[in-house]
């Protein structure tokens, strides 16, 4: 019997974070503690030195927003708060170290601020205020050439405001490599050098998306602060940030950090510090009045920690995970889709991951992004690859796992095995652009495309039908709309309207999974049929092991086995060993897999010299189609004596007589007694 085995495989979820420990995504609200310092350093150039006073000004400052409160402020030594800056000043200073910093207790709030319409693209009218967002900086050169060129062609076309910003939102993220093994963590490079060497850190990835903005006439302004990560890459998990505003007309500044695939909000953990025009601006300016002297500033010094989270909240999103094949072969590629649904009134931008599953590979990344309109419903979908190099004999069980940040999760799986349809590359992703193609054709939702197959299993020497039910539930007139499989058949569907499309199937063996898809300018359907194709029933009469020759007094064993040579299953195999009026008879209602057949015999029941054996297998298919085969081999009986010989024969007279039907009894009976009869008559007559 063949050995199964379900194996589970632990589901690994990108960033190895448990449920419990996405306070950050998912926390209705966070108290902060910020502290923020540093120290600036006379150095004296000669003994007879005089500093009057030393003006610090930190720009580094929170302040009350949308997302964030202050609760507590504190600043060490006391500062004076004008125009969002700290201002700190030491007259005539009698230490050479001037410490300064504050310390402050933030509560943060995880909300969107929602765009509930769709605001046109390209930007029609706009206050005066927000020109500056548009112009060229020294970092975000927003007039460079590669960088117009690059955003124009992935915005055009496209007449949606909101779309337009999270398409060059997505082309940044998927695009630019964060790399912190380049001088750009220390050194912020133009987001022309980004756009060329396609890496940096959070600032350039910020800088080269609003660069891009602002080429298409999009303000956008750059945002320093903190934020929270648990990539193990930082040994600090609260650290600077950079990411951008970008501005709506009728909704204001909406937040998008191209770096964590935060796009129209930003979690928690963000912590507003600065908003500048570019990213170079200084975040500490010193001026000092002396004689023979120099200031030396030190870099600010910032660290958070989470005090307390408040709430939860509830995921803007639902999540569906379906797989496309329930079982495939080693090797196989397969289909995984997650069904998004934005449960909001306005656009939500969701990035979707996939877990990780040993013996699994995932093509193209785990993340997808997938923005949605309000009430909109979209899918993404990965592209997965099984080992080839699985044990055979074994079945083995897949979890896959598809979630969001938002703690929207979902789960299903696939199984494989050695004898299931193994799924080529090209054609999973030739379904796959299907699905997409059948996503960007909005009217497809309108078709309703029903096929299926009179039969799930027949014979390859047999035809199945294939019936498509097609219906036009919109308000569109489908003009030559092609039916395909194998072949096209070209129909005009009405408003309302629906018709009946057959196809013939004639295939070879095996499992298959096929398409039949519904096509024009306007839609692009497909539905999917399984069904099996048999093979003939098919026995084969393999390994016999006989001796060659035997002698009178021997004992010995006929081996042979039935070996089952076709994926379908003989019906009804009836198998007969037969030698010298001897045979023995085996009937099977099914036959599964192959079987060894032993029969014991002795010398005894030969005859003398050659014995010929024979095996004869009937067996029928599930149409009642006979079929069968046969094989022989001989035996001789050697070395044989006279008393031997009577023996042989007076045991084959027995055996005749056991296997004489009645019938042929009476015959013989009354044979024997026309016989007597007749000898009785002529000895009678011969005494006369």
């Given at each position: 019997m063949r050995k199964i085995i379900f194996i589970l495989i632990l589901l690994l979820l990108i960033n190895n974070a448990a449920a419990q420990e996405d306070w950050f995504y998912n926390s209705e609200a966070l108290d902060i503690n910020l502290k923020v310092s540093s120290e600036a350093v006379i150095k004296p150039a000669s003994s007879s030195y005089?500093?009057?006073?030393?003006?610090?000004?930190?720009?580094?400052?929170?302040?009350?927003?949308?997302?964030?409160?202050?609760?507590?402020?504190?600043?060490?030594?006391?500062?004076?708060i004008e125009n969002g800056a700290i201002y700190f000043r030491f007259d005539n200073p009698t230490k050479k170290n001037l410490d300064f910093g504050y310390d402050a207790d933030i509560r943060t709030f995880n909300r969107i601020i929602g765009?509930?319409?769709?605001?046109?693209?390209?930007?029609?009218?706009?206050?005066?205020?927000?020109?500056?967002?548009?112009?060229?900086?020294?970092?975000?050169?927003?007039?460079?050439?590669?960088?117009?060129?690059?955003?124009?062609?992935?915005?055009?076309?496209?007449?949606?405001?909101?779309?337009?910003?999270?398409?060059?939102?997505?082309?940044?993220k998927n695009n630019i490599r964060y790399n912190l093994s380049t001088l750009t963590a220390e050194v912020s490079q133009k987001a022309s050098w980004v756009l060329e060497n396609r890496q940096g850190v959070c600032d350039e990835l910020t800088s080269l998306f609003i660069a891009m903005l602002r080429s298409v006439g999009i303000p956008a302004r750059f945002v320093s602060g903190i934020a929270y990560t648990d990539d193990p890459q930082f040994p600090e998990q609260w650290g600077a940030h950079g990411w951008a505003e970008v501005y709506f007309p009728s909704v204001?500044?909406?937040?998008?950090?191209?770096?964590?695939?935060?796009?129209?909000?930003?979690?928690?953990?963000?912590?507003?510090?600065?908003?500048?025009?570019?990213?170079?601006?200084?975040?500490?300016?010193?001026?000092?009045?002396?004689?023979?002297?120099?200031?030396?500033?030190?870099?600010?010094?910032?660290?958070?920690?989470?005090?307390?989270?408040?709430?939860?909240?509830?995921?803007?999103?639902?999540?569906?995970?379906?797989?496309?094949?329930?079982?495939?072969?080693?090797?196989?590629?397969?289909?995984?889709?997650?069904?998004?649904?934005?449960?909001?009134?306005?656009y939500v931008s969701a990035e979707a991951y996939i877990s990780k599953t040993e013996e699994l590979e995932v093509l193209d990344g785990y993340f997808r992004q997938a923005l949605l309109q309000p009430k909109e419903k979209k899918s993404v979908y990965w592209l997965l690859k099984v080992s080839d190099k699985l044990q055979k004999n074994f079945i083995y069980t897949f979890p896959v796992a598809v979630g969001t940040l938002w703690n929207s999760s979902s789960e299903t799986s696939f199984t494989a095995s050695q004898r299931e349809i193994s799924h080529s590359f090209d054609e999973m992703q030739g379904i796959l652009k299907q699905k997409e193609e059948e996503t960007r054709k909005v009217y497809s939702k309108n078709v309703n495309l029903d096929c299926g197959i009179d039969r799930k299993e027949f014979y390859d020497y047999e035809n199945a039908l294939i019936s498509c039910s097609i219906k036009n539930i919109g308000n569109v007139f489908l003009k030559d709309l092609n039916i395909c499989y194998e072949e096209c058949k070209k129909i005009d569907?009405?408003?309302?309207?629906?018709?009946?499309?057959?196809?013939?199937?004639?295939?070879?063996?095996?499992?298959?999974?096929?398409?039949?898809?519904?096509?024009?300018?306007?839609?692009?359907?497909?539905?999917?049929?399984?069904?099996?194709?048999?093979?003939?029933?098919?026995?084969?009469?393999?390994?016999i092991k006989n001796p060659y020759n035997v002698s009178f007094e021997d004992v010995f064993s006929v081996e042979f086995e039935l070996s089952k040579a076709s994926d379908s299953n003989p019906i009804d195999v009836g198998i007969d060993f037969a030698q010298n009026g001897f045979s023995k008879s085996w009937n099977i209602e099914e036959f599964f897999e192959s079987r060894k057949f032993v029969v014991k015999l002795d010398g005894k029941s030969l005859k003398a010299g050659r014995n010929g054996f024979d095996i004869f297998v009937k067996y029928n298919d599930r149409?009642?189609?006979?079929?069968?085969?046969?094989?022989?081999?001989?035996?001789?009986?050697?070395?044989?004596?006279?008393?031997?010989?009577?023996?042989?024969e007076f045991f084959q007279f027995n055996r005749s007589l056991e296997n004489l039907t009645v019938q042929n009894a009476v015959l013989i009976i009354m044979g024997i007694g026309v016989v007597f009869i007749l000898v009785v008559w002529y000895v009678f007559r011969k005494k006369r």
């Open positions: 005089n500093v009057k006073y030393v003006l610090v000004n930190i720009s580094f400052v929170p302040q009350d927003d949308i997302n964030q409160k202050i609760l507590r402020f504190e600043t060490e030594p006391e500062g004076k765009v509930r319409e769709k605001i046109p693209f390209p930007i029609e009218e706009m206050p005066a205020e927000y020109g500056i967002y548009l112009q060229s900086g020294d970092i975000i050169d927003s007039d460079n050439k590669a960088i117009t060129e690059l955003a124009s062609r992935l915005v055009e076309g496209e007449d949606d405001l909101f779309v337009a910003v999270s398409r060059l939102a997505a082309w940044t204001g500044w909406v937040p998008f950090d191209v770096t964590y695939g935060e796009f129209g909000y930003v979690d928690p953990t963000h912590i507003k510090l600065r908003e500048s025009f570019d990213s170079d601006e200084a975040s500490t300016e010193y001026r000092w009045l002396g004689r023979d002297v120099d200031l030396e500033a030190n870099k600010l010094d910032i660290k958070a920690d989470k005090l307390s989270t408040i709430g939860r909240v509830e995921s803007p999103i639902s999540l569906k995970a379906n797989i496309l094949e329930d079982e495939v072969g080693f090797g196989s590629y397969n289909l995984v889709e997650a069904e998004i649904e934005n449960l909001k009134d306005y569907l009405g408003i309302g309207r629906d018709a009946v499309v057959n196809f013939t199937v004639e295939d070879s063996a095996g499992k298959k999974d096929i398409f039949v898809r519904a096509s024009n300018n306007d839609v692009s359907k497909t539905a999917n049929i399984e069904f099996n194709v048999m093979d003939k029933p098919s026995v084969k009469i393999i390994d149409n009642g189609r006979e079929y069968e085969t046969s094989a022989g081999f001989d035996i001789y009986l050697v070395n044989v004596t006279l008393w031997q010989k009577f023996q042989i």
